[in-house]
């Protein structure tokens, strides 16, 4: 059976690029008689509110999207990724990074041939800090970050590869973004190790992202095979952008599918462009 799932961050109202992304999981598992999850990717507390949280679920339904079983809130299950993170130290896997983003840019290595959704390339400058200094460092309160040691799990999983809908069998580069911050002292794990986390208890066996995400897949598999997680199928589809050709984001103020029904625009008309605008957005 194909289970696949939505998760929005709950950060402000969903645009088109959404429902777009939405539009392709739930039509995935729906023509094939599977099944479609929400999940709530809350763990921003900072910026994650309720208010937008009842608005995902007012918008989706209003589209006529619906959802399979109970909504999964990662804000709920902090033990879980507190658990993926005590068998990642137990094999020696992760490590505290004390530098500064500031830190980072200046010590990062020269660009790589693919972007990467998280920065500038770690350049592994804490990766093999003295016990010493990492325990007077953590005694004196240092702010400090949870990172994966990539290349440690890479020798320890031998080559991997994931299948994508679009290229095929994908052979995977744990170079591509080095050693993710996994968690942090003020946050209890990071986008990396919870959508992983998450995928497997949750038994996805599709996950449609946009193709922002693909060098992120590179880690996930990664980590699923030094945590004994499940492997699924990935599609990695374009996303929509505006006029000027830059993608539809939040941050810079794209149309939210609220506005558009308080603008008396159809439900079923936006949803129809959404669908439109996916015709063969898939990365080949």
Known sequence: MIVTRFAPSPTGFLHLGHLH??????NAAREAGGRFLL????????????????????DLGWVGLDWDGPVRR???????????????????????????????????????????????????TCRHLPADIVKARRAKGAPYAL???????A??????????QGQGNVTV?????????????????SYHLCVTVDDHLQGVTLVTRGVDLFTATHVHRLLQAVLGLAVPVYRHHLLLTNAQGQRLSKRDGALSLRQMREDGQAAAAIRKQAEKAGIGQTRS
Do not use: N
């Open 155 to 164: 020798a320890l999983a031998g080559p991997l590869s994931f299948e994508d």
């Open 74 to 124: 990662q804000s709920d299950h902090l033990d879980d990724y507190r658990a993926a993170l005590a068998r990642l130290e137990e094999r020696g896997l992760i490590y505290p990074c004390f530098c500064s983003r500031k830190d980072i840019l200046a010590a990062a290595s020269a660009p790589h041939d693919v972007p990467s959704p998280d920065g500038p390339i770690y350049p592994g």
């Open 147 to 153: 990172r994966f040691d990539s290349g440690k799990a």
């Open 21 to 26: 992304a939405a539009l392709i999981g739930w």
């Open 39 to 58: 999940r709530i990717e809350d763990i921003d507390t900072a910026r994650c509110r309720p208010e937008f949280e009842r608005a995902i679920m007012e």
């Open 173 to 189: 580069r744990p170079d591509l973004l080095g050693d993710v911050v996994l968690a942090r002292r003020d946050a209890p794990a």
